[in-house]
């Protein structure tokens, strides 16, 4: 234990010596490609990171296409509010459908 905190006090006292001719980079003192980036935003990972997606896929975000996919969303909600009446979970419900299937199918098939 002794000589890892004598190798970790000699490692960081090489590099606190190193660090001292270390400049400071503030935030606008980079570049990218050549270019500056002039506002706070731009220097951030993901400024504009579905600039690609929106000019390859845009067209499925234009209002038609929303408003298509909302319709269908809320139609999908309907039959499955409507299914879930259906099938509450309550066992005679449930009866009341085997036995309804039961008469149907002798109607339709020994009538």
Avoid: C
């Avoid at 004598?6 to 001719?21: G, H, Y």
């Avoid at 390859?56 to 309907?78: C, E, K, Q, R």
């Amino acid at each position: 234990m002794i000589i890892v905190g004598i190798m970790f006090v000699v490692l960081f006292s090489w590099l606190a010596l190193l660090s001292r001719k270390a400049q400071k980079v503030k935030q606008f003192n980079i570049v990218y490609s050549g270019e500056r980036p002039f506002t706070p935003e731009t220097t951030h990972v993901s400024h504009n990171i579905f600039a690609g997606y929106n000019k390859a896929l845009g067209f499925l975000v234009m209002p038609w296409i929303t408003n298509f996919w909302n319709y269908l969303s809320d139609a999908i909600h309907d039959i499955s509010d409507f299914i879930k009446r259906i099938y509450s979970g309550n066992g005679q419900t449930y009866l009341i459908h085997i036995m309804l299937y039961i008469v149907v199918v002798y109607f339709v098939f020994f009538n």
